[in-house]
């Protein structure tokens, strides 16, 4: 079993729907990550957690440490967003990530 | 703007026959990571340098070196590249050590195939 755990692995919607990513991880962390990754391109860092809530336009991220467990919303969505999104942990007391395997979106117009 | 940038973005090289990747930073951070990822799988870290300290992850094969001759820069080199190499390539940097929860700044990649 993966230390953390991503779902759904794929998803498609029309343009305006809300969307929800859900991450699960298994380990002590200090701090959690949500990263986009475009087709064939390098990887960009939306958001890192370590509690509550954080909002960057129409992407919301929220975490809850005690359940282990975040979700990445995006509202109003747009072909634009169609990338892989990834949640990544980093290792209490390190400076090591560790991956989920990622969440291929496409939205479509 | 402060970047990570990988040369080449994408390159070619036949079965055995030595091959180097480079990432150059101008972030001016301590930590530089490799990473490889292979067809919808995730990243899997090869191995980082805290300055010129060299960490390799314990499944990292022989095959696979790393220099990194100054702070901006890092290389990677493929001494033998099989058929299981070709991968895209993640070079990324944070700013560590002793700066905790730091997002880690990704390149655009290089993508790896073997001929």
């Known amino acids: 079993k993966n230390e953390v755990e991503q779902s759904p692995q794929n998803l498609t919607a029309q343009e305006g729907e809300f969307i929800t990513i859900n991450c699960s991880y298994s380990v002590g962390i200090s701090a959690l990550h949500w990263l986009q990754q475009h087709p064939g391109g390098g990887i960009v860092s939306l958001f890192m957690l370590s509690s509550g809530k954080k909002k960057h336009g129409r992407l919301i991220a929220t975490i809850n440490i005690q359940e282990k467990h975040s979700s990445l919303h995006i509202t109003a969505s747009h072909p634009r967003d169609s990338a892989v999104y990834i949640c990544a942990v980093s290792i209490y007391n390190t400076d090591k990530l560790i991956f989920g395997t990622g969440t291929r979106l496409q939205v479509f117009p | ?115």
């Open chain 2, 1 to 115: 703007d402060a970047m990570v940038i990988q040369n080449p973005r994408y390159q070619v090289t036949q079965f055995g026959k030595p091959v180097t990747l480079s990432c150059s930073q101008t972030l001016n951070h301590n930590v530089m990571y490799w990473y490889q990822q292979k067809s919808s799988q995730a990243p899997k870290l090869l191995f980082h340098y805290y300055d010129k300290d060299f960490n390799n992850e314990a499944d990292t094969p022989d095959n696979f070196q790393s220099r990194r001759p100054n702070t901006s820069f890092c290389f990677l080199d493929i001494r033998s590249p099989g058929l299981g190499d070709a991968a895209m390539y993640l070079c990324a940097t944070s700013r560590g050590p002793g700066v905790r929860n730091q997002p880690q700044h990704f390149g655009d990649g290089t993508r790896l195939s073997i001929l």
